[in-house]
C-alpha cells in the first residue's frame, strides 16, 4: 500500500529529542528521511544513557526509526558542497540546533532559498523572538518557562517537571503539522517557507487551561475546583492544583487495594456531574444524592476533600481494574495509574501499534513507541534505527555523486 507522504524528500539536520520525533513521524508517513550527522560522531543521544555497551542507545534507536543515516561534515567547504546538493534534491530541511548554527555553518534562510526555492526550512528553537532567542534549551527548561512547572506538584512543594516529554517530543508534532501544511501551501504557490516551532510555545498552548485559570483568578480572587479552596488563601499567580482534574468535572487520585506496596496502586477518580447519583450508590452515600450540601456540582466545590475521602474508602477495598471495571459499568470515568512496566505488557496496545517491537543488529529486540496516529490509507511499518552513516553510499549514489568525488570525500574525512 502506498503511503501519505510517498516521493517527500526530508533532509534531516536534526539532533536529541524534539527535531527526530518530528522526522520519524513524517518518516512513518512515508517521507524518506535522510538523517545527516557528523562524521565520525553522530547524533549525541547515540552514545547517551546506553544499556549495552557501544551499542547505540534506546535513547537513539527509539528517536529515528525508519530514517537513513549517512555521515557529513557540514564545517568543511567540500561537505557544505554536498550539503548544497541535498539541499537542491529535497523538498524540506529540519533542524534544531542551537539559535544561529546554520548561519554560521553558512547556510541562512536566504541562501538556503537561493539554492532551491521550493524547499521549506523548519526550525525548533527553545524560544521565539523575544529576550530569550539565542539560549539554549532542553526539554524541562521548556516546562519552566512555558507554564507546566510552576502549575505542576502540590501546593506545599516547588514546582515540578512531567514526565511527558511535552517540550521535546510536543514541538516535534507542532513542527510536524507545520511541514505538511507548508508542503500543502506549496501546491499552490510553488514556493517553500520557513517554519518555526517554539518549545516554550508549545508547552505553553499545551498549558492553555492554565492560562484559563489565571484570568480567572485575576477576576474572582479564586479558583474553586482546586485543592487550596477553601481553607487556604489564593495568591497572584495560578498555583499547583495537585491532582485536580483541569476541566470542569473535578477529579483526583484515590488509593486501591494493594496501595501500601505498590506505588502505583491508584485510580483517577472523576466525579463527572451527570452520574453523581451513581457514584452515591457505589459508595453507599445515596442521601448524597437529594443532600443540599452535595445534589449540585456547585454545592459540592467546598465539600471536595471530604467526597474523594469518602470514595477512597471504597476503591481501598478494590484493585484499580477492579474499579475500573465496576465504575465502566456506570459510565464513571475513571483511569487506573499504569506503571510502564504495565503497560510494555500491554497486549492490546502492541496490537495496535502503539507499542511495537524492533529487531536491531546490534542490539536485538526492544520495544519502542509506535506511530500514535493511525491513518486506514498510510498504515505504518515501523523499522529500526540506522547505524551511523549506514546510508552514506547509497545515498550520495543515489543524489548523483560520482563515485570518483565520493572516493575524495572519504580520503578527505567529510563523509
Ligand atoms: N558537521 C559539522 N558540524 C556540525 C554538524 C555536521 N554534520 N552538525 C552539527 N554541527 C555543528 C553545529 O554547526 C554547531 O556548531 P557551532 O556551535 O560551531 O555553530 C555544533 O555542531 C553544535 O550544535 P548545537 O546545536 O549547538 O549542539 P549542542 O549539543 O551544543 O546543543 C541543544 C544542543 C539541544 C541545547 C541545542 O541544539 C538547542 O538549543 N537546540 C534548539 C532547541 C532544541 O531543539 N532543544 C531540544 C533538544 S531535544
Redesign the pocket.
Known amino acids: 500500500m502506498s503511503k501519505a507522504l510517498d516521493g517527500i524528500r526530508i533532509l534531516d ?8 520525533t518530528c522526522t520519524q513521524l513524517l518518516a512513518w508517513f512515508g517521507a524518506d528521511v535522510i538523517k ?4 565520525g560522531e553522530g547524533d ?1 543521544t547515540r552514545g547517551q544513557l546506553r544499556d549495552i555497551p557501544n551499542v547505540d542507545s534506546l535513547y537513539f534507536t527509539m528517536l529515528n526509526h525508519n530514517k537513513r543515516s549517512i ?6 567547504p567540500m ?1 557544505k558542497e554536498v550539503l548544497e546538493e541535498l539541499i537542491k534534491q529535497c523538498d524540506v530541511m529540519v533542524e ?7 548561519d ?2 553558512g547556510f541562512s534562510w536566504e541562501r538556503i532559498q537561493e539554492i532551491n526555492p521550493r524547499i521549506i526550512l523548519a ?4 524560544f521565539g523572538p523575544g529576550p530569550y532567542e539565542d ?5 524541562n527548561v ?1 516546562q519552566c518557562s512555558g507554564g507546566a512547572a510552576s502549575t505542576t506538584g502540590f501546593e506545599d512543594g516547588p514546582p515540578v517537571v512531567t514526565g511527558a516529554q511535552i ?2 517530543s510536543g ?1 516535534g508534532l507542532n513542527l510536524a503539522l507545520g511541514i505538511v501544511t507548508a508542503l500543502f501551501q506549496r501546491e499552490t504557490t510553488g514556493r517553500g517557507q520557513k517554519v518555526m516551532a517554539a ?1 516554550q510555545d508549545a508547552v505553553l498552548n499545551l498549558c492553555r487551561v492554565k492560562l484559563r485559570d489565571q484570568q480567572r483568578l485575576d477576576r474572582t480572587g479564586e479558583l474553586r475546583e482546586y485543592p487550596q479552596y477553601p481553607e487556604m488563601e489564593f495568591g497572584e499567580a495560578v498555583p499547583r492544583a495537585g491532582n485536580a482534574s483541569g476541566g470542569g468535572q473535578p477529579g483526583w487520585i484515590l488509593k486501591c487495594k494493594g496501595w501500601q506496596k505498590d506505588p502505583n496502586a491508584y485510580i483517577y477518580f472523576i466525579t463527572q456531574a451527570p452520574v453523581w447519583p451513581a457514584i452515591c450508590k457505589i459508595i453507599g452515600e445515596e442521601h448524597w444524592i437529594t443532600d443540599p450540601q452535595y445534589a449540585t456540582a456547585e454545592a459540592r466545590l467546598p465539600h471536595l476533600k471530604t467526597i474523594f475521602a469518602r470514595i477512597e474508602e471504597w476503591t481501598k477495598t478494590k484493585t484499580k481494574l477492579e474499579a475500573m471495571d465496576i465504575l465502566n459499568e456506570f459510565d464513571i470515568p475513571c483511569g487506573p495509574i499504569l506503571s510502564m512496566k504495565e503497560i510494555a505488557e500491554d497486549e492490546s496496545l502492541r496490537a495496535t501499534g502503539t507499542i511495537v517491537e524492533v529487531d536491531h543488529p546490534q542490539r536485538g529486540r526492544s520495544l519502542s513507541v509506535g506511530n500514535p496516529i493511525k491513518l486506514s490509507d498510510s498504515p505504518t511499518e515501523v523499522t529500526r534505527s540506522p547505524l551511523l552513516g549506514e546510508h552514506t553510499l547509497e545515498v550520495l549514489t543515489q543524489m548523483g555523486i560520482s563515485q570518483e568525488r565520493i572516493k575524495q570525500l572519504q580520503e578527505a574525512r567529510v563523509i
Do not use: W
Not at 71 to 76: A, E, G, Q, S, W
Not at 123 to 126: R, Y
Not at 135 to 139: I, Q
Open positions: 539536520f536534526t539532533h536529541v529529542q524534539s527535531g527526530p545527516v550527522e557528523k562524521a549525541a555521515t557529513l561534515d557540514t564545517k568543511k561537505g534544531n540546533f542551537a539559535p544561529g548554527a546554520l554560521r555553518m526550525s525548533v528553537k527553545g539560549c539554549k534549551v532542553y526539554e521548556a517540550g521535546d514541538t518549545m
